[in-house]
């Protein structure tokens, strides 16, 4: 696994950035098919996707910050420099849950229509982003001597908690079972009930999928002994549970 692409100088072009991109874009493309499938407006979906990146970052900085104050508190200037590392999908999503609400009830569009929109495109993003990871050396799961371990480079956080030890490639795991989720909600995407469904159904199947994952990886943040990310990733998949079933029992939509 190679992190950096190339330098110029003293500047470094890192993989992880390259593929974050490519997510990023990748999941704008599928979100501007399914909008116009909906009969939603693309350009709406295309405005948002800016402050929606700004909005993620942020939010992925301030979850790992949170949950891991106890290595910022004496230096707390370095929880702005994100080129350290320590960034959390799931603070970005919560970030981008809040954000969108407002934003599209303020311009009078449709939150849940948006958001079963914006769903596969977000996994899609998150699968792209796994395999940066990978080839970051971030994200790592624990050793093994299975045939899968995997190496890591020197200078990559793997290599510096374990060495040469092969160990599991959680980060590809979670790539393969994010593109099955994503067949999943693009089954549903046509077929759903009300407004929302999809949305519900991708933060149920990813949270259940991190919490199994957080099993096999040695990184995790940590709070009261337990691993952060399965204390959110139980409540996040429990109040979309509830807000599935809640929805399952309102008026459906119509059929054309």
């Known amino acids: 696994m190679y992190p950096v692409l190339f330098t110029i100088g003293s500047l470094e ?11 990023v874009l990748a999941g704008l493309w599928l979100s501007l098919k399914l909008a116009k499938r909906a009969k939603f407006s693309q350009e709406a979906v295309t ?13 992925a900085r301030i979850w790992e910050v949170l949950f891991s104050w106890d290595q910022f ?9 994100l080129w350290e590392g320590g960034l959390s999908i799931q603070g970005a999503v919560v970030a981008n849950v809040i954000l ?42 624990s050793p093994t001597n299975a045939w899968y371990g995997v190496v890591y480079q020197p200078g990559t956080s793997a290599y510096n ?36 469904q999809v949305a519900l159904v991708y933060f149920i199947l990813y949270s259940v999928a991190r919490f199994a994952l957080e099993f096999l990886r040695t990184d995790s943040l940590m709070v009261w002994g337990f ?18 079933l809640w929805g399952s029992f309102r008026k459906p939509l119509a059929t054309n």
């Open 227 to 244: 691993k952060a990310a399965q204390l959110t990733s139980l409540v996040m998949a429990l109040a979309a549970g509830i807000l599935l």
């Open 100 to 141: 969108a609400f407002w934003y599209f009830r303020r311009n009078g569009l449709s939150f849940r229509k948006f958001a079963d929109i914006g769903a596969p495109g977000l996994i899609l993003g998150q699968a792209i982003g796994r395999i940066g990871c990978l080839l970051n050396g971030d994200a790592y799961g």
């Open 161 to 196: 908690a374990w060495g040469n030890t092969p160990l599991i490639p959680a980060e590809f795991f979670e790539a393969v079972i994010d593109m099955a989720i994503l067949s999943v909600l693009l089954y549903l995407f046509p077929r759903k009930k009300f407004d929302g």
């Open 73 to 81: 508190a004496a230096t707390p200037i370095h929880a702005l420099m």
């Open 13 to 23: 072009f890192r993989v992880w950035g390259l593929m974050v991109v490519t997510g």
């Open 47 to 59: 405005d948002y996707l800016v402050y929606g990146v700004i909005v993620g970052l942020a939010g």
